[in-house]
């Protein structure tokens, strides 16, 4: 069996425990396994989506230089995902101020069929719209929880919070959304 295979079988923690010996292999499974997904999470958290892949550059980066202090206190997708939320902070904080909320990114349109389409995509606007007017936090935890289907002590981590606090920030932007997107409810 090739290499390339075995490690591709080893779970992450394995593979990061590999890389902190400077196993530069098992480092790059981790970053093939989880690129696209942080690229999505950041992209539906930043409102440019031009800089994406420079903020996932970044955490991965970030995360091989951090990956000798890495204590496994959490799964490593965890402190990944905690990586890239204060690499996306930062971002944040470096940009200019933008009062355009119609330029948030726009998610990927799954269009089920030509008479849901216009529908759909009206839907698709409207989420992206409200999401991109909330803070961070309350984003950030809502697309972990709901997309990415993480934990509340997982979200909690990524977050630098408590558990509590992010439970706060779901229930206020569910509440939100369900009564901003009132209009699109079967």
Known sequence: MPIDDVLDSLPDNT???RAQ?????AFDVLVARHAAALWRFIAHTYPESADCD???????????KALPT???HSQ???WLYALASRKTVDALRRRRPQNDLDSAAEAADLRPGPGQQAEHSAFMTALNRELARLPYQ???AWWLREVYDLSLSEI???LNTTEGSVRGHLQRTRKRLATTLEEFKP
Do not use: H, S
Request: hydrophobic share 60%; net charge positive; aromatic share 16%.
């Open 15 to 17: 593979l990061a425990r």
């Open 21 to 25: 010996r400077g196993d530069a292999a």
């Open 54 to 64: 420079d903020i996932v550059q970044e955490t991965f980066i970030a995360a091989w």
């Open 70 to 72: 890495f204590a496994f």
């Open 76 to 78: 490593f997708r965890t």
């Open 138 to 140: 309350a984003r950030a």
């Open 156 to 158: 909690a981590t990524v």
